[in-house]
Nanobody, 120 residues
Framework: QVQLVESGGGLVQPGGSLRLSCAAS????????MRWYRQAPGKQRELVAG???????NYADSVKGRFTISRDNAKNTVYLQMNSLKPDDTAVYYC??????????????WGQGTQVTVSS
């Protein structure tokens, strides 16, 4: 059974940095796509960053130049490096991975969410 565990959230001052991690465990052949979403109170969940295998990363306009999505294939872990954080970045962040789990099996998985609060 595949599980995703997120970590790295917390309280940070404006201008600070955080790195979120999303570790996948279980029977995984490869990561086909990886995305980070966020949801602020009273707002809809929005796509922050994403990569589909073989293509370049895409970012929401609000985070371009500040956030970077990356992965460590050996660890089946996806990261979101967040720099120059602003109060508007405050939200619960979710990772979403599309994983190849068999010769003809693909699954869509979500992390449990991690709170990021940017405040002085």
């Amino acid at each position: 059974q595949v599980q995703l565990v997120e970590s790295g959230g917390g309280l940070v001052q404006p201008g600070g940095s955080l790195r979120l991690s999303c570790a996948a465990s279980g029977r995984i052949f490869s990561i086909y796509a990886m995305r980070w979403y966020r949801q602020a109170p009273g707002k809809q969940r929005e796509l922050v960053a994403g990569i589909i295998s073989g293509s370049s990363a895409n970012y929401a306009d609000s985070v371009k130049g500040r956030f970077t999505i990356s992965r460590d294939n050996a660890k089946n872990t996806v990261y979101l490096q967040m720099n120059s954080l602003k109060p508007d970045d405050t939200a619960v962040y979710y990772c979403n991975l599309v994983l190849v789990t068999g010769s003809d099996r693909v699954g869509d998985y979500w992390g449990q969410g991690t709170q990021v609060t940017v405040s002085s």
